[in-house]
């Protein structure tokens, strides 16, 4: 975490720092982690700095681009104050695809704008710093992101049919550069909500937007989708959301049983297919470390659940327990990641030198994912 952290101009502070929201989003957690672990105040102060700077560099406009200031549109100050209301980019290293540009999909995945399963990513950790330090700003510039994403993401119903959400929007959120939805962003959506709004009202006396209307509309966005997938890392982001359900249910007594099982279950066909372990056969050069490494922090979090759910039978009934005892089967998987990627001759090649950053910070977050599996 300290080379992710001179390396991209966190830590000595360089003059253009390379900021990536989602790899940032796992690295604030690992900092915190590490803040943990040791009681050395220093990587708290990395984590606070490693937000501060996320919301300077991707809550302004680029470098690149004629408009300039916060891309909510506020002013300087008022943009400090609510650094989150517009939104935050993604960190791509080329421009958004103008408004008369032909799409190109393969192109699409260079170009800058907005994705929503970064931006909740965001939130998560925004709400880990709130809950370490004590100081619900964080939360609230949390659940005013998700105000704000919910509101630009979703979209109206085609004839017939119901509410979606854009995969990917524009940088000032004006306008879908990618129109279908993400598989699993409605279930990230509903997810982070509902940790972020008790988070308030137990927390932080009420502080920050109300997100019930939100978290009902994710509700109704949710019902009746599949979340099946041989992805490993959206089956890793399946059982990231199963284990902050398992944890909400917990701490509010709330019985999510169905929605619990139904992820659960979605989670299991990629695993038990044999593609995830035929793919982990292959060599470096053909694997992209960092979509394993969201496996492993996955099988990571049922070690977790799996402890939770056994140790409180009156709360999650016998069917949350029999699937985490199935998934548990799979739990070499991960270790099997962990060792593969841990070898230095595997971190020598373009498939982990071409996506440096995102690679050491989740391999640093499966070696150590208390503080990105907590809510």
Request: hydrophobic letters at 40%.
């Amino acid at each position: 975490m300290m080379d992710f952290a001179k390396s991209t101009g966190l830590f000595p502070e360089g003059k253009n720092p390379r900021r990536y929201l989602w790899t940032d989003a796992f690295a604030v957690c690992n900092f915190l982690e590490l803040f943990r672990r040791t009681g050395d105040a220093h990587y708290r102060d990395l984590a606070l700095r490693l937000v501060e700077q996320v919301h300077v560099v991707l809550g302004r406009h680029r470098p690149d681009d004629p408009r300039k200031g916060w891309i909510s549109g506020l002013g300087a100050r008022e943009g400090e104050r609510h650094p989150t209301i517009g939104g935050l980019r993604i960190g791509k290293a080329m421009n958004e695809r103008g408004p008369g540009e032909p799409f190109d999909e393969q192109l699409e995945w260079e170009r800058d704008g907005q994705y929503f399963h970064y931006l909740t990513k965001w939130m998560h950790a925004l709400g880990r710093v709130a809950r370490i330090t004590g100081e619900p700003v964080y939360n609230v510039w949390a659940m005013e992101l998700a105000k704000t994403a919910h509101a630009r993401f979703v979209r109206a119903p085609s004839l017939g049919g119901r509410k979606g959400m854009a995969w990917k929007m524009s940088i000032d959120l004006s306008r879908p550069l990618v129109p279908s939805m993400g598989q699993h962003d409605p279930l990230d959506g509903l997810v982070t909500f509902r940790q972020l709004k008790p988070a308030a009202e137990r927390d932080f006396k009420g502080a920050g937007p109300d997100l019930s209307a939100e978290i009902a509309e994710m509700v109704g966005i949710c019902r009746g989708g599949s979340w099946v997938t041989d992805d490993p890392l959206g089956i890793g982001g399946l059982l990231f959301d199963a284990c902050r359900t398992v944890q909400w249910m917990l701490r509010e007594g709330s019985d999510e049983s169905g929605l619990l099982e139904n992820i659960l279950e979605s989670s299991l066909p990629g695993l038990e297919s044999g593609a995830v372990g035929r793919s982990l056969s292959l060599p470096a050069a053909y694997r992209l470390a960092f979509r394993e490494l969201g496996l492993s922090i996955g099988m990571k979090a049922v070690e977790k659940m799996s402890g939770w759910i056994g140790n409180h039978p009156k709360v999650f009934g016998d069917a949350s327990k029999s699937l985490t005892a199935i998934l548990r089967e799979h739990a070499g998987i991960g270790a099997r990641i962990d060792k593969f990627w841990m070898e230095r001759s595997n971190r020598e090649g373009e498939s982990w030198t071409g996506h440096r950053d995102i690679n050491t910070v989740m391999l640093a977050t499966s070696l150590a994912p208390e503080g990105f599996l907590g809510t």
